[in-house]
């Protein structure tokens, strides 16, 4: 068995965020890293929409990434630390639209490792080098400069290591052009693991060291170390120079400290949120319940016209603004610091980078769940309701007393949100089920964490928004939108044929009905368009009507036994097709004079579809139409003065072809596009084959299944470039997108007719036909090919299921960290004994704070049932005294007349670190009204956590920690019939098929057992013999299983067919008793099948199909955001082909980052069985003769390739 | 000594010096969990998948659990066992 792995979505999670100028222009960019994958967003500075325009997968763990500058250039490079043991700089190509690399460096071994750097980055704010560094020891200084011809030259590195040293922070000093200083936190355990008394490990100290950069010695000197508060954690850069003090902010836990060499320090506490459920301090200070300090978890300093200012945010989402007061000297030497000030500023979610644009917007990446760009609408200065706090006005100095502050939590005053992008990490869970009955399934995921957490399902499409329906009279047949004349920016009319009307109706502030067009009202009509300069055309079945800007009126009549069928035109040319198969032909001469060319062709058959190409740049018309007839041909005709309508190429089509368009689409990467042809044929094929823009000549076909209805074909505009957009049972969009093509089906209900439409308030629009109704909408987010519905859920979620009886999702969230209902309670009447009257308490919105921070050991969990249609909440259950869900399912006991009954796995008390709880339990429901609700039956105490439930062959499987139990209902609890105790760690996972039960073990990979009814046993006979932290398995047949790891390892393990005989063929059951352990464990092992690393934990896997009239893939989903799927390869020629295409395009076009890509995918287990399609697919990112070369290589050509990498994809997948 | 075992012990040496945590002849069963339990969170820390996992689970922002990690590595198995030497 071969696969082949494709990404459906890249991950959505980001973890790393920074600005720059990357284009080199005055318009600021912010490149993310979302764990493997840089993307490059630009936020329009007038819509506010945030646009990708480049991502690309680097096959690495990107890790940390800097912007850099050169002094006195303007563009930025990018330097990015990954686990490839390489520093690798970028530099963003505009004009082709890529990353090249400029510089690659080798400095250690790969991977994540202790001493390799890679995690720490940072950049010398005047571009003179950089520091990489690692979690311990190593730290290595890069300087970059540029040669006698301006290219960027890197050093050979200069360590900076320290052994026996961890560091928290490292990051670039701002001192103006002095020597370059990096700042870092470290942390000296050499003492601290030899002293058996513990001592030194109480008296560690941390501290703040800086190394400068001696330009002139080419060394680094450690130059400056001083001890800091020992919960340090963060450091952020102080402008230095001219700009301010320079130094830098340390922060700690509960306070922010400015330190610079030869400077006192200067600290303000970080104000908190006054918690209403801990006791408030008392006036003595005495009893008081502080609960835990609070970190500064990210930041942003953002330098104004005059002065800067900081923004830092706390693990809780409170961002707060840091100003400072500083003198100059008289020498214009900017001295310390006389005042740090500190002041509230908004709550937003926990970001993992903030990015402050020039332009006044805030990219917040968020560490989980959707991304933000908020446009800044104040800058708090004026904010009398919150307090800012000085540290001139508290206690300075080491041994000062703890001061702690509160601000007052509100809603967004300073921010506000301009665009979201939709994240669905963390994804928990997901299941892939075709509940609405569309053509491809939906995928239902669990998402986000807290109170942010929600309830998702994609669906395969882009998201239209919708601007306006508006009903019609009767039902119409065609819609276009024209321009009055060539110099509008906006269209004019829309122009809507019925069966025997055309109705015009003008765009403006309303859209509204005109009869004074000159265009005829008394017929149905064929095109329309705008011809020349100020000219209009009107093609109706019995003639065509121009009509000049003075409504002069010229019409054309068809002979009197023809009528016109099918006609084209672009703003030049006009093209007829007369019943009976003639085909006419009309130029605009220079005068605006609308002629007929002499001679009209004949065709073999009826046509039944026409398309004429676009004018290119500076041409006079169009050389090429493509006409389509019923003898299910489509040929090209050329419009050449010279051969004008000979046929100069000619393609067989399968069915009747029922539209056409030719159109070109930029997806070279350069100026010049390609010109398709595309096809729409009577049983919902599209066809796309490429036309020679020189001969005309047909190459290169691609088909794809769009749908039951015949295919009809609409040009339109998608970010200023041309698509296609194709109508069948599921409207599609054909478009460029990142100069690659695209084929999408959009998420709107069935269309009739389309065109584009252009106006003031919708530049982009599409304007289509629905059954009588006007629909007006836009195509904006191109990079996410799922459609979210979202539906907020309380706490995070952890499993679900679907109860198919009544349609309900049950759904059991629980959420570490928070009081549950009667502890909270509790809380309340204790803090409202100690409150004054009139004070109430007040609970702030979870939705923006989250919900309020208990300690480790409580929990809150309920159990939810969903409608899967309404989405509406039917039922909402609260577990209570500190329990919490952990797994879910339903079985239909024996004897209960087929009664599926709920059973949920809880535990009380859990701690997760020892692994502990006081008491599980099985909680047993009943479907109530209809499934709407859920009552009770009783509660099973256990002696572990439940992670597992599986319903098995009447009765239920539990498994909880080391025990596998079978359990039957009994009247007042579960009663127990079996058990295993020979699991290794703890059971997460269970299904079974048959006597077969397959488990998944947190760290031991799968284990296959058989239950033998006549002696009640649970029998292990099969393991793995590789250790893998199984996170989530599905059975794939019965002697397969797929499943990942939390490494992010995807397997296959296949139990070898003779051992599955022999085990289900034992008459005596005995043989399987008494056989002996193998290497320690079970009798038999697995085979592996096939094992790849995706980078990240999958959260679920599933056998499913995607595609109508696909095969059965894997459907993975993972906790970052990915999904991506496992095709199996059907011949063995296909399996060589790829192979091959794999090995070139290892070696032709290594990973950006420098991680070698075989040992990237072979990360934690050598890769098995398994071929790359993410990088097959980035051959079409190959420069053309490189591509020659890899087809010459394999004796096939360039384009036989390319559509061999997309059928692969698009046969089973989407 | 032979110049062969004392280029062994000088090579041995190179070795953990430079690569940190490398075993010798008297590596204690303490040395050993140190070391192994620093290499894991430094990894955990590394791969951004790894780290968001247990801040789900624990519900702490990842920068807080960064953190706890680091600072845990200072002395991630409790104190020290004195040398029998």
Not at chain 1, 921 to 943: M, Q, S, W
Not at chain 1, 1097 to 1120: A, H, M, W
């Amino acid at each position: 068995m071969f696969l082949y792995n494709v990404t459906l979505q890249q991950t959505t999670g980001i973890n790393q965020a920074v600005i720059g100028n990357f284009a080199g222009t005055k318009q600021q960019e912010i490149l993310v890293a979302r764990n493997s994958v840089l993307e490059l967003l630009q936020p329009d500075p007038s819509t506010g929409k945030v646009h990708s325009l480049l991502t690309h997968n680097v096959f690495g763990i990107i890790r940390s990434v800097v912007p850099f500058r050169l002094t006195g250039s303007s563009k930025d490079y990018i330097v990015v630390g990954s686990d490839s043991g390489r520093i690798v700089i970028l530099e963003y190509n505009p004009a082709k639209n890529t990353f090249d690399r400029v510089h690659e460096e080798t400095y250690g071994k790969s991977g994540c490792r202790r001493i390799v750097p890679g995690q720490y980055l940072a950049a010398d704010p005047k571009g003179r080098a950089v520091m990489i560094g690692a979690i311990e020891k190593q730290k290595l200084v890069y300087i970059l400069n540029r040669d006698a011809s301006t290219r960027l030259t890197i050093s050979s590195p200069l360590e900076a290591h320290k052994s026996h040293t961890l560091v928290h922070d490292l990051i670039g000093v701002d001192v103006g052009f002095e020597n370059p200083v990096f700042a870092c936190i470290e942390v000296d355990y050499s003492d601290v693991d030899q002293d058996p008394t513990g001592e030194a490990f109480q008296n560690a100290e941390k501290v703040l060291t800086y190394y400068e950069l001696d330009l002139g010695l080419n060394h680094v000197v450690r130059k400056w170390s001083d001890p800091i508060d020992p919960r340090s954690n963060k450091l952020i850069p102080v402008p230095g120079g001219v700009d301010g003090p320079s130094g830098v902010l340390v922060c700690s836990e509960n306070y922010i400290t400015w330190r610079h060499q030869d400077y006192p320090s200067v600290r303000v506490p970080i104000p908190r949120r006054p918690d209403p459920l801990l006791s408030s301090p008392s006036a003595n200070g005495e009893d008081m319940e502080m609960g835990r300090g609070v970190i500064i978890v990210s930041s942003v300093m953002h330098k104004l016209k005059k002065g800067f200012f900081i923004l830092a945010q706390t693990e809780d989402g409170d961002v707060f603004k840091i100003t400072m007061d500083y003198t100059a000297g008289a020498d214009g030497v900017i001295g310390g610091i006389q005042n740090l000030k500190i002041k509230y500023f908004d709550t937003i979610p926990v970001a993992t980078n903030m990015c402050l644009l020039k332009t006044g917007f805030l990219f917040v990446a968020s560490e989980f769940a959707n991304h933000y760009l908020y446009q800044i609408e104040n800058l708090g200065d004026d904010d009398e309701a919150q307090m800012e706090y000085q540290s001139a006005e508290l206690p300075q100095g080491d041994d000062a007393d703890e001061v702690i502050v509160y601000f007052n939590p509100r809603g967004l005053r300073n921010l506000a949100i301009v665009d979201e992008l939709e994240s669905i990490s963390p994804l928990i869970d997901a299941k892939v089920l075709n509940l609405a009955e569309d053509d491809s399934p939906q995928i239902y995921a669990l998402c986000g964490r807290g109170a942010r957490s929600s309830f998702r399902i994609l669906r395969h499409g882009l998201e239209v928004s919708e601007m306006a329906v508006s009903e019609l009279p009767g039902n119409p047949n065609a819609v276009w939108t024209v321009k009055a004349n060539a110099q509008e920016e906006f269209d004019s009319f829309i122009i809507v044929s019925f069966v025997d009307a055309t109705l015009v109706l003008s765009i403006g502030e309303t859209v509204e009905e005109v009869t004074d067009t000159g265009f005829l009202n008394s017929t149905p009509t064929l095109t329309v368009a705008q011809l020349g300069e100020d000219a209009l055309v009107q093609v109706y079945p019995r003639g065509i009507r121009h009509i000049r800007a003075d409504r002069r009126v010229s019409e054309w009549k068809a002979p009197g036994n023809k009528t016109i069928v099918r006609a084209a035109c672009n703003r030049k040319q006009v093209v007829i097709a007369l019943s009976g198969g003639e085909v006419v032909y009309f130029e605009l001469d220079s005068h605006g004079q609308l002629n007929e060319f002499q001679d009209r062709k004949e065709m073999a058959a009826p046509i039944t579809a026409l398309s004429i190409g676009p004018i290119p740049e500076g041409r006079q018309r169009s050389g090429f139409l493509a006409v389509g007839c019923e003898d299910n041909t489509v040929r090209i005709l050329s419009l050449d003065p010279d051969n004008c309508l000979q046929s100069l190429g000619m393609q067989a089509v399968s069915y009747m072809p029922v539209s056409l368009a030719l159109v070109e689409m930029s997806d070279t990467g350069t100026a010049t596009g390609t010109l398709y042809l595309n096809i729409g044929l009577q049983s919902g094929l599209l066809l796309r084959t490429t036309v020679d823009s020189i001969t005309g000549a047909l190459s290169d076909t691609r088909f794809r299944f769009l749908g039951s209805r015949p295919v009809k074909l609409f040009k339109v505009q998608i970010q200023g470039s041309p698509a296609v957009l194709a109508l069948s049972s599921r409207p599609w969009l054909s478009f460029t997108y990142q100069s690659r093509t695209k084929l999408i089906p959009l998420s709107a209900p069935m269309l009739e007719y389309g065109s584009s439409f252009c106006s003031e308030q919708c530049p982009e629009g599409i304007v289509a036909i629905e059954s009588n109704n006007l629909h007006i909408f836009t195509v904006e987010k191109l990079s996410t090919v799922f459609n979210h519905s979202i539906i907020p859920l309380k706490y995070t979620p952890r499993r679900f299921i679907y109860h198919q009886p009544s349609g309900n999702f049950v759904i059991i969230e629980s959420e570490h960290n928070t009081w549950c209902p009667s502890d909270k309670v509790k809380r309340i009447a204790e803090k409202a004994d100690q409150m004054d009257e009139g004070e109430e308490y007040e609970e702030l919105p979870p939705e923006q704070f989250g919900l309020p921070r208990a300690e480790a050991g409580k929990w809150a969990s309920c159990i939810r049932i969903l409608n899967s249609m309404t989405s509406e909440t039917a039922h909402l259950l609260e577990l209570d005294n500190n329990e919490a869900a952990f797994s879910i399912t339903t079985c239909i006991f024996h004897g209960q007349k087929g009664e599926a009954f709920l059973i949920v796995g809880t535990a009380a008390d859990v701690t997760l670190s020892p692994k502990t709880c006081s008491s599980g339990f099985l909680h047993t429901y009943r479907f109530v009204d209809g499934g709407n609700a859920l009552e009770l039956l009783h509660k099973t105490p256990i002696d572990d956590v439940p992670y597992a439930l599986c319903a098995f062959q009447g009765r239920l499987l539990v498994g909880m920690g080391k025990i596998l139990r079978i359990y039957d209902l009994g009247k007042k609890k579960l009663l127990r019939k079996c058990e295993n105790k020979q699991f290794p760690n703890n059971i997460l996972t269970l299904h079974t098929q048959g006597d077969r039960i397959v488990v998944g073990d947190v760290q031991e990979s799968v284990h296959f057992a058989s239950y033998r009814h006549f002696d009640n046993r649970i029998v292990i006979f099969a393991d793995d013999t590789t250790p893998r932290w199984i996170t989530a398995t599905t059975m794939v047949d019965y002697d397969t299983v797929a499943g990942g790891d939390k490494f992010g390892n995807i397997f296959i393990d296949r139990l070898p067919a003779e051992t599955s005989e022999e085990v289900d063929e034992d008459p005596t059951g005995n043989k399987l008793v008494y056989e002996k352990g193998y290497l320690q464990g079970a009798p038999h092992k697995v085979e592996h099948a096939a094992d790849f690393f995706i980078g990240e934990s999958p959260t679920s896997v599933t056998k499913t199909v995607i595609v109508p009239g696909g095969r059965e893939i894997i459907v993975y989903t993972t906790l970052l955001g990915t999904i991506g799927c496992l095709i199996p390869f059907q011949s063995k020629e296909d399996v060589e082909f790829f192979q091959q295409l794999e090995m070139h395009m290892r070696n032709k076009f290594p990973p950006l980052c420098g991680r070698d890509h075989l040992a990237y995918r072979s990360y934690y287990i050598p890769v098995r069985n398994v071929i790359d399609g993410d990088l097959c697919e980035q051959f079409n990112l190959l420069p053309n003769e490189v591509k020659r070369q890899i087809a010459e290589d394999m004796d096939r050509t360039v384009s036989e390739l390319s559509k061999k990498v997309e059928d692969v994809r698009n046969r089973a997948a989407f | 000594m032979s110049t062969a075992a004392m280029n062994m012990n000088a090579q041995l040496e190179h070795l953990q010096s430079k690569h940190v945590g490398t075993g010798h002849a008297d590596t204690n069963k303490f040395e050993w969990a140190v070391n192994q339990h620093r290499d894991t969170y430094a990894s955990v820390i590394g791969h951004n998948t790894l780290i968001a996992y247990s801040a789900v689970a624990e519900n702490e922002s990842i920068g807080r659990k960064k953190f706890e990690m680091i600072e845990k590595m200072l002395q991630p198995c409790g104190l020290p066992v004195p040398r029998d030497d």
